[in-house]
């Protein structure tokens, strides 16, 4: 049974590890942005895991005496990656609508332009790759807001699974 207590802690604390987060991955796109070519940017993005075992770590020891399920610990991820995902969100959109200047799409189309060869081995025309990036350019702040926090939550919803495995505790203290 679930006590509502407990769960209102752990929304609590998921909130807040969910903000920490969110500035964490507006951190990794910040510098991905100023400079795309540099690794820093995505080297902070791998980073997720170990903030996220960070936190959950954080929680059991400061709310829970050390003391955390595998069930809690993947809850209070899902909520935290959920969390940090709308405000991550707000702040992409935000800078795809008044701050980009196409330099989004500019590392896209870098990045397509790098394995072109790679599309043409595989069958794929020109025309199918023009089409493509067209496509992409039509593609509406929201849109890729949308699009961007969904594929958060999805691989958010994976990063819980080792990070609460790793980071679960029982009470193994004997008390005579």
């Known amino acids: 049974m679930i ?6 802690q752990l929304k609590a604390y998921a909130r807040q590890d969910g903000l920490f987060l969110g ?5 990794s796109f910040a510098l991905t942005m100023l400079d795309p070519k540099a690794i820093w940017g995505n080297l902070l993005a791998m980073m997720t895991p170990f903030f996220m075992g960070w936190r959950l770590s954080a929680f059991r020891d400061e709310a829970l005496e050390g003391v955390i399920s595998f069930r ?3 809850a209070h991820g ?6 940090a995902s709308l405000v991550f969100a707000l702040v992409q959109y935000v800078y795809f609508r008044f701050l980009d200047n196409g330099v989004f ?5 870098d990045g397509i332009m790098l394995i072109e060869n790679i599309y043409k081995e595989q069958g794929i025309s020109t025309a199918e790759i023009t089409q493509t ?13 949308f699009m961007l926090m969904m594929q958060n939550i999805f691989i958010g ?11 679960k505790r029982s009470n193994l203290s004997v008390t005579p």
């Open 133 to 145: 990036v067209e496509a992409m350019q039509s593609v509406t702040p929201v849109q890729w807001t």
């Open 78 to 83: 899902i909520y935290s990656v959920v969390y």
């Open 72 to 74: 809690r610990g993947f």
């Open 23 to 27: 500035l964490f991955w507006t951190a």
């Open 3 to 8: 006590n509502p207590t407990t769960l209102i």
């Open 157 to 167: 919803f994976f990063l819980a699974v080792p990070v609460a495995a790793f980071c």
């Open 105 to 109: 799409m500019g590392i896209i189309n």
